[in-house]
């Protein structure tokens, strides 16, 4: 009989705590240390090798925050507020002369700010009559200058080892006129099914077979990861196959994920393959969906057994893998946020383990609410491809009846590239 979770006795106490898998896991998995450089442009979501230290001031010269006109303050009480245009700074093409009294230079955002103007007033504020400026709003020294070095200071550590370049940081290297980085090396995460009854989507099925969707699901999870996928397709349920696929994937790999045959169902020849070949762990968890899964390593490489059932797949992904792969990038602990809500319709649940249902999370007049996303069956991969979040239920939660309040953890949204 296959020990998945449809299994009669739902609780096992020879079952391993999610937290103590965890930590387990994590103990057991080295940073990777390979590094290379790269182009900035090349190195979105990538880990920095190196501290990242400013070369020069940002702003580095000081400069108009709005399109107006640059004045000094001492001047305006002897001036009455009334000057006259001498010349412009515009952004790329400054006016270097100094601002001479009873006179203002028309400076637009960007433009380098005239030496001894100490305020800009802004377009919008001002009459203007042939040459003559004129204004009367109170004028504060420093308004709408932006300053040398505000934004970063030469030499400062901006970014240091280990820090993720997301987007507005590989911007910020570009404000800084830093075109290369040593970032992390991709660590490579290879992934196979194993199943007699998978078939590729190029294929027909017939009855009694499946098409293998795990792949994809892998796929989709891994690439919000730096990186280097590699699918390896679908293995047999044969022992000696199985064994080969590792022995060659372990050359190229760090990391190496299958999907299925990790219970102890009559074709599941993942554990056999790899006490020949592999030091692993078996666990069954006491987590639902995904109680079996393995964990160890083949070679240089870690390994993943995850179970078949696609939203297994999916949750122990979620809780095992994605926390190792972080390891591997030496990223610290990262945690989900956790949003209580109450809940729509009732739950059922029994104690002795921790379930993780797909819900839809939604706010109404300042209050969130979650409701179950559809069938909660390991194998339902609608209800998980329209859930924005995990409702997550504890260790000796029972039935819960509507409106009961619940922990919800809210799916990342994926980010752009
Ligand atoms: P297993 O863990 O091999 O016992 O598989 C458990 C369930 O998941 C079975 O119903 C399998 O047919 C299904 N399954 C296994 N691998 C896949 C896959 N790659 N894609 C979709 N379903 C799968
Ligand atoms: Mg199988």
Redesign the pocket.
Known sequence: M?H?DNCINEFDSSALDEDKALSKIIKSIKPIKKTERISIKDSYDRILAENIKAKINLPSFNNSAMDGYAVNIKNLIKNNYVLNECSVSLAGRAFHGKLEDGKTVRVMTGAVIPNNADAVVMKEMVNIKKEIITFNKNIKKNQNIRFIGEDVKKNTVIFKKYNQLSHPRVAVLASLGIKNVKVLKKPVISFF???D??VDINKKIKKGQ??????YLLRGLLEKFPVTIKDAG?VIDNENKIINKFKKLTKESDLIIT?????V?D??YIKDALQKIGSINFWKISIKPGR?LAFGTIGSSYFFGL????VSTSVTFDLFVKPAIYKILSQKKRTGIIIKASLVGSLRKKKGRVEYKRGILFKEKDKYYVKVSGLQGS?ILSSLSIANCYIKLGMDTENLTESSIVDTMPFEVSHEK
């Open positions: 296959k998945d099914s194993t199943g009854e998978l499946i098409y293998d969707s795990n792949r679908v999907t299925g045959g990790v219970s169902g074709a599941d079996p179970p078949g059932n696609p194998n």
